[in-house]
């Protein structure tokens, strides 16, 4: 046996007959014989606490994150500068949670957190009602449709092609899953094809799905869409950057029924791919079929301000064939971190790093545009990410920027065959006009 295991074998043996098996082995019986593991791990020797401590520090070392690179990279998670002041409240005992409230009424702190963060996202979205967060922005994005599914009792959901290809395929598990159709509207010029939105959506659609600023960068023309959508009697579900919002017309302004997005630019690091928080808000009229739970504001017999969990409509506590989603949680350490982060900087503070992103990349993008070798490939409003065309092949030309501890942009031929000469570059606020000017520099140097 293993020495750190505490079990003796009179302790082993007496558990093996309380369970009425004759070995250890007889426990595994359901795992069919030909996948099971028949030699030892090979975890070398045997390392005191001290070398393990040391061993795992130089695995560490072997990533390069963004302490280590300037990143130019977007593409749905940003290097966006978060306040000092975050990992110090974020640590106290009273709004602390990794999980959620399962003795709400005792949690206090925790619950007026919740509560908290879902008024900034309506404030930021413009809609009624906000739930206490997702697990990411995809999970959000694919919850929205079932939402929409939900309350007009359609069996369709469209999604444009400029949304972010991963979370058009978390929508599309999600929907293959529960029977619903998946009708993706064309791209065209790097915005959603208005012609083919309109040829695609009928009544028999539930809701339609866009990104703005979408995947591409650009901020997508909502209000032809929109009236489309609504001639048809469905729902627009509108992915949003959430930073974007304290310049942008909001989703509640452009009509929108339902808003989602990835809230990791709140004050979240980038984790390297996680954990993050999906954002989901909503009109009032669609309150009910909002997935997992939100807390409210409430008085208690004397009087006082509390906050209690109001609506959980989740399969645990009603019916399953009524629950309006399998969310059983929510990402409460995460959302924690955007209320502080919200808090921090407030309305102008969110202003001011909406517009130094807006300034940074259109000047980077004017430096690019001038270069023989690049290209900006669409002429369209953006926010803080834009597409070039390379002449060089992008692969190299992000190899070149690694040496030079530059994080390049993401290569599109990735996801999009016709854009397989493309890199799309983000620049947020913390870019510099030193870190841009060698960018730019290194990228007209690649031969």
């Known amino acids: ?101 399962y003795q709400p009424e005792l949690s206090q702190g925790t619950l007026q957190v919740i509560f908290e963060y879902q008024s900034m996202i309506c404030n930021l979205t413009d809609m009624d009602v906000s739930n206490a967060s997702l697990y990411d922005g995809a999970t ?132 390297f791919g996680g954990p993050y928080l999906g954002f989901i808000a909503c009109t009032k009229k669609l309150m009910r079929k909002l997935p997992g739970r939100i807390v409210g504001q409430a008085e208690d017999v004397d009087g006082k301000r509390g906050f209690v969990l109001t609506l959980q409509a989740r399969e645990q506590h009603i019916r399953r064939e009524k629950a309006t989603s399998n969310i059983t949680s929510n990402q409460a350490l995460n959302a924690l971190t955007a209320a502080i982060y919200l808090t921090t900087l407030g309305k102008e503070g969110l202003k001011e790093v909406a517009n130094l992103c807006i300034q940074k990349a259109h000047y980077t993008a004017n430096l690019i545009k001038q270069s023989n070798k690049y290209q900006l490939r669409f002429d369209k409003p953006f926010f803080k990410e834009f597409v070039i065309k390379s002449s060089i092949k992008p692969e190299k030309v992000n190899e070149e920027l690694l040496h030079n501890n530059i994080l390049g942009g993401y290569l599109l031929g990735k996801e999009y065959d016709k854009y397989d000469e493309d890199i799309l570059l983000c620049v947020t606020e913390k870019r510099t006009r030193k870190e841009i000017d060698e960018l730019v520099s290194t990228m007209e140097g690649i031969i």
């Open 1 to 101: 046996m293993f020495a750190y295991l505490p079990h003796t074998k009179e302790d082993i043996d007496s558990m093996i007959k309380t369970v009425g098996v004759d070995s250890i082995n007889d426990l595994f019986l359901d795992i069919p014989e030909e996948v099971r593991l028949k030699k030892e791990l090979k975890l070398g020797k045997p390392m005191c606490e001290l070398e393990v401590s040391k061993h795992i520090e130089k695995l560490a070392q072997e990533n390069q994150s963004t302490k280590d690179l300037v990143c130019f990279l977007g593409a749905g998670a940003y290097d966006h500068y978060i306040p000092s002041i975050i990992k110090h409240i974020t640590s106290r005992s009273e709004f602390y949670t990794a999980y959620t409230p």
């Open 140 to 271: 959000a994005t694919a919850e929205g449709a079932l939402m929409a599914c939900a309350s007009n009792r359609r069996n369709k959901i469209a999604v444009s092609k400029t949304v972010h290809p991963q979370t058009r395929k978390v929508i599309e598990t999600y929907m293959k899953y529960k029977g619903i159709e998946l009708i993706e509207i064309n791209e065209k010029d790097g915005v959603t094809d208005i012609s083919d939105l309109e040829n695609k959506v009928d009544k028999e659609v539930a809701g339609v799905i866009i990104q703005s600023p979408n995947f591409f960068g650009i901020i997508e023309e909502v209000q032809e869409a929109e009236k489309i959508i609504h001639e048809n009697k469905g729902l627009l579900i509108m992915n949003v950057d959430p930073i974007s919002l304290a310049i942008l017309k909001s989703p509640g302004e452009l009509g929108a029924d339902i808003a989602v997005g990835e809230g990791q630019s709140l004050g979240n690091s980038l984790n």
